[in-house]
């Protein structure tokens, strides 16, 4: 796959309509955590999330995509669960648990993704760090999101700050370009070369998706061929926001 093909510069009034899709996709998961307690099953979560989704007229790009088709508007990921992770009825949330959660939104013509994870009740200190850490790459992405800076800069800026905390980031998995489709380029890895990549303009929109492992980077997907997990069962965690470079300043597109 060529991503740089893909690459769609969007213009002030495309960035408009991106930024009510992403308010939106943050109500969205404003709405999810707030149900994050014991007992609550993972399938209650899609079903608040689609509640919120179809309040404002729109559909995840989730549901349906891929082979086999997804089944559901969010991913729910819990402890070693990476990415990609499905919804079911019988899936419980345990205290201390940490769950992630992604959900996209399609809203008038073009999509936001965004994503967090959290605790369930009281979680341990090593649970704690992993979730600081992954956040914290995630704004250090966000900040090399500039126009003349290059997408090796971004990669670049996450690897460190994980790998500096003595966690992992993935090989495997990136982040993306998004706009009229949910996987645009460029794509941007979480591991790179300061300097290196594909030129950053205003314009430009991409979800930026640290998932940071705490025992090795090495990943495994499950037999339902969706769920990611980290190979050795060691805790994960996964933060994302859709950014526009800009003239100035990042901006993000997935917030209330």
């Given at each position: 796959?060529?991503?740089?093909?893909?690459?769609?510069?969007?213009?002030?009034?495309?960035?408009?309509?991106?930024?009510?899709?992403?308010?939106?996709?943050?109500?969205?998961?404003?709405?999810?955590?707030?149900?994050l307690q014991p007992g609550v099953t993972t399938a209650d979560l899609n079903a608040a999330a689609e509640e919120?989704?179809?309040?404002?007229?729109?559909?995840?790009?989730?549901?349906?995509?891929?082979?086999?088709?997804?089944?559901?508007?969010?991913?729910?990921?819990?402890?070693?669960e990476m990415?990609?992770?499905?919804?079911?009825?019988?899936?419980?949330?345990?205290?201390?648990?940490?769950?992630?959660?992604?959900?996209?939104?399609?809203?008038n013509g073009f999509v936001a993704d965004s994503a967090f994870t959290a605790g369930v009740g009281q979680i341990s200190p090593e649970a704690t760090?992993?979730?600081?850490?992954?956040?914290?790459?995630?704004?250090?992405?966000?900040?090399?999101?500039?126009?003349?800076?290059?997408?090796?800069?971004?990669?670049?800026?996450?690897q460190n700050f994980v790998e500096s905390h003595g966690f992992h980031v993935t090989r495997e998995y990136t982040g993306h370009g998004v706009g009229r489709k949910m996987h645009e380029g460029p794509q941007v890895p979480n591991i790179g070369i300061a300097g290196s990549g594909f030129l950053l303009r205003p314009g430009v929109t991409i979800a930026l998706e640290p998932m940071v492992l705490i025992g090795t980077h090495e990943t495994r997907v499950l037999p339902d061929k969706w769920t990611v997990v980290?190979?050795?069962?060691?805790?994960?965690?996964?933060?994302?926001?859709?950014?526009?470079?800009?003239?100035?300043?990042?901006?993000?597109?997935?917030?209330?």
């Open positions: 796959m060529s991503w740089e093909r893909q690459i769609n510069v969007k213009s002030p009034a495309d960035l408009k309509i991106m930024r009510e899709a992403g308010h939106i996709n943050a109500t969205v998961l404003a709405a999810v955590r707030e149900r919120v989704l179809k309040s404002h007229g729109c559909v995840s790009p989730f549901k349906g995509y891929g082979n086999p088709p997804f089944p559901a508007s969010i991913t729910v990921c819990i402890n070693d990415v990609h992770g499905i919804p079911h009825p019988k899936r419980k949330l345990k205290e201390g648990d940490i769950v992630s959660i992604d959900c996209g939104t399609f809203h760090k992993l979730l600081e850490v992954t956040e914290g790459a995630l704004f250090a992405g966000i900040e090399n999101m500039r126009k003349g800076k290059r997408t090796g800069d971004v990669s670049a800026a996450i980290s190979a050795d069962g060691s805790l994960t965690a996964h933060f994302e926001h859709t950014i526009a470079v800009t003239e100035g300043d990042p901006l993000l597109l997935t917030v209330l």
